[in-house]
């Protein structure tokens, strides 16, 4: 086993890991149908500060990234992996949603409703 005392790498590794196992299933960006693309907040999981990503949402995966027109996702995860979706009204702009996956729950915002509720709508129907 190995023993990681600075969660940063063992962040990094995690994303690293992750990336080599999509690259090797053929989970690429192009594989599935883009159900839905856009920029939102994220919180970090980590530091738990606000970044704006570009997500990308397919019928395979859901991706983000640092910005349109990335190739490589900071983080992808599997459709299967999802377990629930909510609205959450509470966090900064009042548009958020709560994605719960096997590996982790991400936090996400819009600047406004209709943008949110597309994105809730969209991960409603791949659960």
């Given amino acids: 086993d190995v023993v990681f005392d600075d969660i940063t790498a063992r962040s990094k590794l995690y994303r690293l890991l992750q990336q080599q196992w999509l690259d090797a299933n053929g989970m690429g960006l192009a594989a599935g149908e883009i159900k839905l693309k856009g920029y939102l907040l994220k919180q970090g999981s980590v530091r738990k500060n606000w970044k704006i990503r570009w997500f990308v949402l397919t019928s395979t995966q859901l991706a983000y990234f ?62």
């Fill in 66 to 127: 640092e910005r349109e027109g990335e190739t490589r996702p900071i983080s992808a995860i599997p459709v299967i992996n999802f377990i629930s979706v909510a609205r959450n009204d509470t966090i900064h702009t009042g548009f958020g949603i709560v994605l719960a996956t096997t590996e982790r729950t991400l936090l996400m915002e819009s600047d406004d409703r209709d943008t949110a509720e597309r994105w809730y709508t969209a991960f409603c129907q791949l659960l």
